[in-house]
């Protein structure tokens, strides 16, 4: 029996007032698919860009959006055995259409979530924790004593790398957008920030480091800081460059990375990270032990109403926020 459900749907690409809240019918789930009721909805700047087409293939409209949350199973689809109704379970990625009160998901991208945890805590911590976990693990590998610069410190995602570079050893030159949320990067051991709406970051870069310069910067902040990024990088540095907040990062020309030193340059994503189950899973719970022994406290929370998920948008977008986002249906 098809499930009445309250949704956010946007029927153009466009700013936050693009986003309606309507009331739609939910078919029980497909075959591979869970149906879950929404404890907690995660908020993440690639729903901006899904909003506003620019995120790879624009999502055909009409459209939901949403790829992260926290809910209970409560009907399972064809050939599901790893789940039951009842249980408590996660998700990022699959198809958007997070932000409503009930939604079909894909049950190889569900995973269960330690009791201890509420679920405002893994909805604010679990795509922008993995994200963190896999950007300094596994795609640029970082180890106590280095110094790397981590872009818009004060972020959801950025709050999170604080926290968890610290306590494995690594210090962190975060960038950020105000004093205010300088002081907010450094509560959360960021141990040197800068302005970067008033500084020059690859000055400070190099007076901080004494000259010798970084050999990691990760960046989600795109157009406005790509090209600071590369000159804070030491000979075979490597740029993450991993979102674009700001903008996408503009054509450049690919021998700047031979004459700025050999530099190495990478444009990850967490679906990649993850899609593979068993990586997903040992990421997972990487994330959950990290949290478990106190290396990452649970996350600085906003909440919004589900049906005010608009504001939340606005407030992102103008760079209001730090930490993470939510949803309460
Ligand atoms: N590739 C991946 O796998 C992956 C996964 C997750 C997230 N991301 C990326 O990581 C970034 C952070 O995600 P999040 O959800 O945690 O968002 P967020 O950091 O909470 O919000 C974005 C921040 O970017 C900064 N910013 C700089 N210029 C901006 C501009 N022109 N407009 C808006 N914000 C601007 C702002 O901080 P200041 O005010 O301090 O400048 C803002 O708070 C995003 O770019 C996202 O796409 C990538």
């Known amino acids: 029996m098809a499930e009445t459900i309250t949704a956010i749907r946007f029927s153009d690409y466009g700013g936050p007032d ?42 055909p409209l009409p459209n939901g959006l949403g790829i992260e949350g926290v809910g209970v199973v409560t009907a399972i689809g064809e050939g599901v055995t790893s789940f039951s109704q009842g249980q408590r379970v996660a998700y990022l990625g699959g198809p958007p259409g997070g932000y409503a009160t009930h939604r079909n998901l894909p049950a190889a991208r569900a995973i269960d979530v330690p009791d201890g945890l509420s679920d405002q805590t893994v909805a604010a911590l679990l795509l922008k924790g993995l994200t963190v976990e896999y950007l300094i693990h596994r795609c640029a590998p970082v180890t106590a004593g280095e110094t790397v610069v981590w872009h818009a410190a004060a972020g959801g995602v950025g709050l999170i790398a604080c926290q968890w570079l610290h306590a494995i050893g ?51 902040v795109g157009a406005d800081t790509f090209a600071a990024s590369l000159e804070c990088l030491r000979p075979r540095g490597t740029l993450v460059s991993f979102g674009e907040s700001s903008g996408p990062v503009p054509p450049f020309g690919f021998g700047t990375l031979g004459a700025r030193g050999s530099l190495f340059l990478t444009r990850p994503s967490i679906a990649h990270y993850t899609a593979d189950r068993r990586e997903y899973e040992a990421a997972a719970n990487c994330l959950f032990a990290a949290i478990a022994c106190g290396a990452i406290a649970a996350p600085q929370i906003t909440t919004y109403p589900l049906v005010e998920a608009a504001r939340a948008h606005a407030d992102i977008q103008a760079r209001r926020t730090s930490g993470s986002v939510i949803l309460l249906p």
């Open 18 to 59: 693009v986003l309606s809240v309507v009331s739609a019918a939910l078919p029980p789930p497909a075959a591979g698919e869970i149906q879950i009721r929404h404890l907690a909805i995660g908020v993440n700047f690639i729903d901006i860009y899904h909003r506003k087409g620019v995120f790879g293939a624009p999502l």
């Open 170 to 220: 690594v210090t962190v030159i975060g960038t950020v957008g105000s004093d205010a949320k300088a002081e907010i990067a450094r509560a959360h051991g960021c141990d040197h920030t800068i302005v970067y709406t008033r500084e020059d970051v690859a000055a400070r870069v190099a007076d901080i480091t004494g000259g010798a310069k970084v050999r990691v910067v990760f960046d989600s």
